[in-house]
């Protein structure tokens, strides 16, 4: 069993529809980030998490440290929030540096 | 202000050969940390540096080495080559671990 595990794989979506992206992990953390990877590669770094929640334009990320688990929403989708989303942690383990651990991806696809 | 430059963006190399990448972090970050892509392993953590030192290194065999310069870019080395070592290798830096991270381009390494 992989450390993070994203749920779904692949996700296809109506523009307005709104998303849910779940992400639950093993390790106790001490951080958590999301990520956006558009073809061709660039990531993006959405927001990095640690408890609560956090919002930015259309996004949503929260997590619930005590049940390992977080969830990013977009909300009003768009065709142009077409790319990979992954979640990616921080062990708490790590006393120093920047190590993390990544999850396989969600694939999103928003069809106009 | 200038992101994380990763160069070159595209490089063919022949098995036994070696490369070497570079990352230009963001002005006044000192953490660079590399990661590889691959279809099949997803994203994976390969190393970090901190202040020209190497604070944290993923499972991979020694021919993946890095350094880090005084003014904080950072180059990775792959040396004898195997197919397997074609992907798309990342480039992050923060400020510290206890930041968000800004990605490079990468690098897409194709080994023939």
């Known amino acids: 069993k992989n450390e993070v595990e994203q749920s779904p794989q692949n996700l296809t979506a109506q523009e307005g529809e709104f998303i849910t992206i779940n992400c639950s992990y093993s390790v106790g953390i001490s951080a958590l980030h999301w990520l956006q990877q558009h073809p061709g590669g660039g990531i993006v770094s959405l927001f990095m998490l640690s408890s609560g929640k956090k919002k930015h334009g259309r996004l949503i990320a929260t997590i619930n440290i005590q049940e390992k688990h977080s969830s990013l929403h977009i909300t009003a989708s768009h065709p142009r929030d077409s790319a990979v989303y992954i979640c990616a942690v921080r062990s708490m383990e790590e006393t120093s540096g920047s190590r993390l651990t990544f999850g396989e991806g969600t694939q999103l696809t928003v069809n106009p | 202000k200038a992101g994380v430059t990763q160069t070159p963006r595209y490089l063919i190399k022949t098995r036994g050969q070696q490369v070497t990448l570079s990352c230009s972090p963001i002005?006044?970050?000192?953490?660079v940390s590399w990661y590889q892509q691959t279809p099949g392993q997803g994203l994976q953590f390969l190393f970090e540096?901190?202040?020209?030192?190497?604070?944290n290194k993923g499972n991979f065999p020694g021919r993946f080495s890095g350094r880090q310069f005084s003014n904080s870019r950072s180059e990775m080395n792959v040396s004898t080559l195997e197919l397997g070592d074609s992907a798309l290798y990342l480039c992050?830096?923060?400020?510290?671990?206890?930041?968000?991270?800004?990605f490079g381009s990468g690098t897409r390494l194709t080994v023939v």
């Open positions: 540096y901190f202040s020209e030192t190497q604070r």
């Open positions: 992050a830096s923060s400020l510290t671990s206890n930041y968000g991270y800004t």
């Open positions: 002005s006044g970050h000192r953490s």
